[in-house]
């Protein structure tokens, strides 16, 4: 399958994996982790460049500051955007490509609360540069659609999570595979800093100092159980020691494979859908 994301970024098949906190490590990803404290951004920068790496994920942030060193060395960059704004200024300042992140999505999805099912077509009117799709992608179903929707690929997050080489404990993986669509919340909204978990006991516990406090939270109300916890998650498979991102599509992941075995039977079954269900729906109207 070629679509424009594919043929940027040279790669076999429109499917990116998402940068994830303690999970994107080398057997999974090569990826840098966020901290507390302001990164590194040069030094990982010149790693990348060190490294031979040729494409780039960037998010949260403006990255219009590091973009020249990255095109001179030739690294095509593709922004996380989480509304078509954010997407028109990552078009602005010379992103080759975004990846649109829809309110389903684990992890930040932005103060929009717009679902994919919007969001995307609507990045599709106002965009000249190739975008992804984010946020509730998981299965054939999902690449199908996010290319009716303008899409050039998909990008997945928790999806790749739950399979064989995620470096993460396996209490996480199964944690996942348990989950239903409903067993994700919000947390964090009155800071502005939304984000979508996996509900536990320590979401429960931030949950519940956020309606005590109301406005008056505080990001140190609830740092105990947000900050610097995904090494116990993570590493340790405490799955109560705090909260961890998790997308809605929880309710669609029901094994662990390989990611080999999950990228082939996606692009088979998506071979399949639009095959013998697309067109057999032309068909069917054809004869009407």
Known sequence: MKTKITEMFGIEHPIIQGGMHYVGFAELAAAFLPTVSSPDYP??????????????????????????????????????????????????????????????????????????????????EELKIPFVASGGMADARSLVAALAMGAEGMNMGTRFIATKEAPVHENVKQAIVAASELDTRLVMRGLRNTERVLNNAATERVMAIERERGSNIKFEDIMADVAGVYPKVMIEGDMDIGVWSCGMVAGLIHDIPTCKELIDRIMSEADQLIRARLQGLLAGCSGV
Request: net charge negative; aromatic share 2%.
């Open 43 to 124: 030094g990982y920068i010149s790693a990348i460049i060190d490294g031979g790496i040729t494409v780039v994920e960037t998010a949260g942030r403006n990255p219009e500051a590091h973009l020249p060193r990255l095109k001179d060395a030739g690294i095509k960059v593709i922004h996380k955007c989480t509304s078509v704004r954010h997407s028109l200024k990552a078009e602005a300042i010379g992103c080759d490509a975004v990846s649109v992140d829809g309110f389903e999505c684990g992890g930040h999805p932005g103060e929009d609360d717009i679902p994919n099912m919007i969001l995307l077509p609507r990045a599709a």
